[in-house]
């Protein structure tokens, strides 16, 4: 093993075999990309289904039972087959080691253990669809999960393995940064990225064993009546509610914070402009992570929880927003003279930030208390966290899968085909979800099949609207498919970027660097490299 | 009477945003939702202008190929956008904590009601007049109200949008909601908390009638509760307020349960292989044990109803069901 | 029986004098220096250990609310539970603990048949545990103390079916870790005979030790909570 | 073949006997004042004991008293985070009917045992 081949990782080793048993942190990392878009389109797919049934107010071509499944498949394939591993696991298991300078992660067998792990988890996910979909929603609440006959063990299992997927990874970044990182990259030398991993990977740890804790007590409560959150055995529902929360919430910002963190690499790179206020974002990072833990009961304002407790949760709530908005600034910052080209990752960086703000100030209102009464579980809701994790957390995903296409397969994409669809991806999101936040402030409740025939007109235009969405991303997996086959072959560093990722060729070579750089200088430091005196 | 044959539209009455506000509880959520939604509407339009601006000005050209500046950081730039949203986020929560004790701490003069939710209707009960109403919350205008709710089965929620007013209700632990309704009229009421398939319709209306119609009311239910309908129209009234329609329709179509349309003398196609004449016995049988024989293509989750209905009651039943051709 | 089949494997391998040798251990390529795989490691397993006392955590949780709920359900449990049972299993366990620490430095210092020794005392003093736990369990069925629906066993408070519940739940759950780590124990002895560890490879060994020492720190916090407390 | 964990010395013996004598004393010293001892006062004491023990477990069993101070902070932060769960929950299940206290259950709940197991009650769905 001393001698490295200096040969891209395409071609080190070919065959199928040479994929399946890889231990390559790049392989695993593309391997993972694909699960996750096939899972995206998967519950995209449930997503326009129920639009199309809500066309009509008293439903059309789905039964209740059926439609209750399908928005409860569609929230959990695309919470934990998508957008949990989203981020951290492609894009995060193919760049973390590279930005850092290192040759892979720390544990490469641990890492193809979690992909199986996540394989085998969306194997149950989807059996479960067979064998009787779940029709509870994808927070399971109970008794309701308890007393219905839908396959509830199998999608619990299936999120209790997902959820050991998510853990491992954690684990795995963790010790990496810690470790593995290469000679003079310091902590405050990272890139903004890698601090945001590091940040999720502690949520991870430390939240998900949660999870998988309810969920064991879920199943022993279907199978062997263990009574803990049975009500008619003298359990407690809102206890469960407590379990779930405390990871599902923190889970929230295990989906946006690598998005962040993307962002940050985005804006500077396309900015040609060091991020403004590094320390502040890294710290915010972490800060994020955190606060996370502490706010999980404002999901529980009506559950009948305590009033003191809806009190402290309202305020930690909002001590959640302070760091988020710091980001949001620094970016502003940071663009502000720059050198702004407009390429469609920056597009979809500026997507995020109309999007996230809109997302974030939405936030503001589901925190006050006395106005959360009215509008929680309502569509309301619905509009609010599609507003943060499609229009945060996929459109930094997207963004971040073209800013980095090149480097990862060694085409480049059409971007007059980029625009176009990033265009269709923006305006078809707006026009389902914006109005979105009209109807359930005028009261339309959340996981309705049937509704009031004045709202009508509200449901249509929301349903038209995600045809727009849907053939923007179908634009986009045309032309990216497209680009694998006869895209131009792209440079080793098509945007002049200036982190450790593009100081290897395109793709890079089977441990990364022939030379792993000393590193002297900040991640961001254009200053240097333009040469020039700034003011 | 006040009350009007429909419910006042939730889209079509108040303002862009908002239901007609009925009451102080919703008068306050709205003061406090609109001075967010002016701030927000700051920042918004402050984020968005500026990142237009920037891409404009600062977009790369020929001429401008690099940054004109990098500035990596101002502490004094950073502790303002950290302080003052910190602020105003605090008077925002302050607000909000003591807008939502005012709506939830019931009045001392409140008068206490129950209300119970069960799969997938709601029963109201005045306990001083025993006056028990299914789907129909009827109140007194101005009169503070402090409901007592439980549920049967799972977790439902009970929101009244014109209200701003939304609670869980439980099984094995009781909630309350308190609320004082100063406009008569009829008012929607909805289920938010996801409660199987018949979630969406399990509807009802809150019906706020002034002093005179209310006394007026209250001495109708009472003539009507030992007055003698005729059989089919009793089996009507029993049938709307027990919820049977929220399964069972009467136009022939397919609902969680079978259809009553025509159900009356037909042959059933029972899960088992077994066929059935649904006659008296029948449709008797299938109210008060509803699980031993299921039409074919449906679950068996009808719950029993022996023992909640009187005799007449189910005859009344039965002879609706009749009717229905 | 089983010593007696390790100690074939053992001669077997001394003959071919693997043990004296000890094999050779190649740093992984993913890392400069031995040294820096093993602090990677050992980092992986304190965290991986961090979500294994959240993972119980949540049902340490559990109890305390219902433990709130109805202070007198678990004032009477307790009477339910044998004090004499428990408090050998927790010298066991202890005890455990402390041959798995011997038995590691045993191996640290190339003191290998000695090692062996004291990992197997482990195996035996886990097996130990397990069948008390077995007799406790048996009792408890016997005597219809199980979780909820199943519970018919006599006791004044009626919610004593939870507390039944959340002790299966709690000592099943803690039993699984201990039947993994016989497996695991016994995984290093095997390849210990093979001569794979000594002073200068034990990296497997001081992970299964942490996680040894884990199994008995949760059991630390068990046994007070169900016994103890009154 | 490598040279492994130079810097890496073993501990002293010592301290692993004295601590496991210590854990085997407390343990029992334990179980005797449990005897005795009721209520509030018993659980605080019973858990101190426990906590000193665990800690014992921690800090020399498991070697954190030599190890790198991260895994301390690790192992800190972790309990930190699982005492965040337990006050936070704690708090609402203490709290929850303090503005509107109602006797007793809504249901008379027995244990199953004299209860009639009916359907729809959750629990009979397999």
């Known amino acids: 093993m001393s001698h490295v081949p200096n040969i891209n990782f395409f071609k080190a080793t070919t065959g199928l075999k040479s994929w399946l048993f890889t231990l390559d942190h790049k392989r695993i990392g593309l391997m993972y990309l694909g699960f996750i878009w096939f899972s995206f389109f998967l519950g995209g797919i449930f997503a326009l289904l129920l639009r199309l049934e809500l066309l009509f107010p008293n439903g059309w071509f789905l039964t209740d039972r059926q439609y209750d499944q399908l928005f409860t498949l569609h929230g959990a394939v695309m919470v934990f087959l998508f957008i949990i591993p989203s981020i951290p696991a492609s894009l995060g298991n193919f760049f973390l080691p590279i930005m850092i300078g290192a040759k892979d992660v720390a544990f490469p067998r641990l890492n193809l253990a979690s992909f199986y792990i996540y394989v085998v988890g969306a194997v149950f996910g989807i059996g479960s669809m067979l064998i009787g979909a779940v029709d509870t929603g994808w927070t399971f609440y109970t008794p309701y999960s308890t007393s219905t006959d839908t396959a509830v063990i199998t999608m619990t299992l299936a999120a209790f393995i997902l959820g050991f997927s998510s853990i491992l990874t954690g684990v795995n970044f963790l010790a990496t940064v810690h470790n593995m990182r290469a000679k003079g990259m310091t902590w405050f030398k990272m890139p903004l990225f890698v601090w945001s991993l590091y940040a999720t990977a502690v949520i991870q740890i430390l939240a998900t064993p949660v999870l998988g804790i309810t969920l064991l007590l879920l199943i022993l409560e279907k199978t062997i009546n263990i009574g803990i959150f049975d009500p008619s055995l003298g359990g407690d529902p809102i206890l469960f509610q407590h379990f779930f929360w405390f990871y599902s919430h923190p889970a929230v910002y295990i989906m946006i914070l690598p998005a962040m963190g993307l962002m940050s690499e985005m804006i500077s790179t396309f900015s040609r402009r060091s991020i403004f206020g590094y320390r502040f974002m890294a710290y915010s990072s972490i800060a994020i992570a955190i606060i996370a833990f502490l706010v999980w009961g404002h999901h529980l304002f009506v559950s009948g929880q305590s009033m003191y407790a809806n009190m402290i949760f309202s305020f930690l709530t909002y001590l959640v927003a302070i760091p988020s908005g710091i980001k949001v600034f620094n970016w502003m910052a940071t663009m502000y003279k720059g050198s702004l080209d407009l390429k469609t990752p920056f597009l979809y960086a500026l997507a995020f930030i109309f999007l996230f703000t809109i997302g974030g100030v939405t936030g503001i209102f589901l925190a006050a208390l006395a106005v959360d009464i009215h509008l929680t579980d309502t569509y309301f809701v619905v509009a609010h966290f599609h507003y943060v994790m499609v229009g945060g957390t996929v459109m930094a995903f997207i963004g971040g899968m073209h800013y980095w296409w090149p480097k990862m397969i060694g085409k480049m994409y059409n971007e007059y085909w980029a625009r176009v669809a990033c265009f269709l991806i923006f305006l078809g999101f707006n026009l389902v979800f914006f109005v979105q936040f009209i109807m359930g402030s005028k009261g339309m409740p959340r996981r309705y099949h049937t509704y009031l025939d004045q709202f009508q007109p509200l449901h249509a235009f929301s349903t038209y609207g995600s045809w727009v969405l849907g053939l923007g991303f179908l634009v986009m997996i045309i032309y990216l498919i497209h680009s694998i086959f006869y895209g131009e072959k792209a440079p080793a560093n098509p945007w002049n970027g200036i982190t450790l990722e593009w100081k290897t060729e395109s793709p890079p070579v089977l441990e990364n660097f022939d030379k792993v750089p000393e590193i002297t200088h900040d991640p961001y430091d254009f200053a240097a490299v333009d040469g020039k005196k700034y003011e | 009477m006040a009350s009007a044959t429909s419910n006042l539209s939730l889209v079509h009455s108040g303002g862009v945003n908002f239901p007609l506000a009925v009451g102080e509880a919703a008068y306050r959520v709205d003061a406090l939702y609109f001075f967010i939604y002016f701030l927000s509407a700051v920042t918004f339009f402050g984020i968005v202008g500026a990142l237009i601006y920037f891409v404009i000005k600062f977009r790369r050209r020929p001429d401008h190929q690099i940054a004109l500046n990098q500035m990596t950081h101002s502490t004094a730039l950073e502790i303002a956008w950290t302080v003052i949203p910190l602020i105003l986020v605090s008077i925002i929560f302050v607000w909000g904590y003591t807008a939502y004790l005012k709506n939830i701490v019931p009045s001392s003069d409140a008068k206490e009601m129950r209300a119970i939710g069960r799969k997938w209707s709601w029963t109201f009960e005045d306990p001083t007049t025993g006056l028990r109403t299914n789907n129909e919350l009827v109140v007194p205008l101005h009169q503070p109200i402090r409901l007592i709710m439980s549920s049967e089965d799972v977790i439902h929620s009970l929101f009244i949008p014109n209200l701003r007013v939304k609670q869980d209700v439980l099984p094995n632990h009781y909630t309350t909601l308190a609320f004082t309704a100063d406009r008569a009229g009829r008012y929607q009421i909805f289920c938010t908390e996801f409660c199987g398939d018949g979630h969406a319709r399990m509807l009802a209306n809150l019906v706020v009638l002034d002093d005179a119609d209310y006394v007026k009311w209250q001495a109708d239910q009472k003539a009507a509760s030992s007055a003698t309908l005729p059989l089919n129209e009793l089996g009507k009234k029993v049938s709307t307020d027990q919820g049977c329609f929220s399964c069972h329709s009467v136009d022939g179509s397919k609902s969680i349960g079978p259809s009553w349309k025509g159900i009356y003398g037909a042959n059933r196609q029972l899960v088992g292989g077994k066929s059935a004449k649904a006659d008296d016995n029948y449709l008797r049988r299938a109210i008060v044990d509803p699980a031993a024989e299921i039409t074919a293509g449906y679950a068996p989750m009808m719950p029993t109803y022996a023992g909640k209905l009187s005799d007449q009651e189910m005859a009344g039943i039965i002879e609706y069901i009749r009717t229905i051709k | ?230 | ?126």
């Open chain 4, 1 to 126: 073949m490598s040279k492994l964990h130079s810097s890496h010395e073993l501990p002293p013996l010592k301290p692993y006997i004295i601590t496991f004598g210590a854990l085997i004393a407390i343990t029992l010293f334990n179980v005797t004042i449990s005897q005795f001892t009721s209520g509030s006062l018993g659980l605080i004491l019973t858990m101190v004991l426990a906590s000193v023990n665990a800690i014992l477990v921690l800090a020399v069993f498991m070697g954190l008293w030599w190890d790198n101070r991260f895994h301390t902070v690790a192992i800190v932060t972790t309990f930190l985070f699982l005492s965040l769960f337990f006050i936070f929950t704690m708090l609402d299940v203490a709290t929850r009917d303090d503005l509107d206290p109602r006797e007793g259950p809504a249901f008379d709940i027995k244990s199953p045992v004299q209860k009639e197991h009916s359907s729809g009650h959750g629990g009979e769905s397999h």
């Open chain 3, 1 to 230: 029986m089983i010593l007696m089949i390790l100690r074939q494997l053992m001669e077997k391998n001394m003959s071919s004098n693997e043990v004296l040798v000890g094999r050779s251990h190649e740093v992984a390529h993913q890392f400069d220096t031995a040294e820096q795989e093993f602090n990677t490691a050992k980092l992986g397993m304190w965290v991986f250990m961090a979500q294994e006392i959240l993972f119980f955590g949540g049902l340490f949780v559990a109890y305390a609310v219902f433990r709130m709920m109805h202070p007198d359900m678990f004032r009477e449990a307790a009477h339910h539970l044998s004090l004499k049972w428990g408090l050998l299993n927790t010298l066991f366990l202890l005890t455990s603990s402390f041959t798995m620490t011997l038995g590691e430095r045993a191996i640290r210092q190339d003191k290998i048949k000695q090692g062996i020794m004291l990992l197997m005392t482990t195996v035996g003093l886990a097996t130990a545990f397990m069948g008390v736990k077995a007799i406790e369990y048996a009792a408890k069925i016997h005597h219809g103390y199980l979780p909820a629906k199943w519970f018919f066993g006599e006791g004044m408070d009626n919610s004593l079916h939870l507390f039944f519940g959340i002790y299966f739940a709690l000592t099943g759950l803690h039993g699984v870790h201990v039947i993994i780590g016989i497996g695991l124990i016994l995984w290093l002895v095997y390849r210990t005979i093979r001569g794979e560890f000594g002073s200068h490879y034990f990296l497997p060994i001081e992970m299964v030790t942490l996680y040894w020492h884990l199994v008995d720190l949760v059991w630390t916090f068990l046994f007070p909570l169900l016994y103890l407390i009154r």
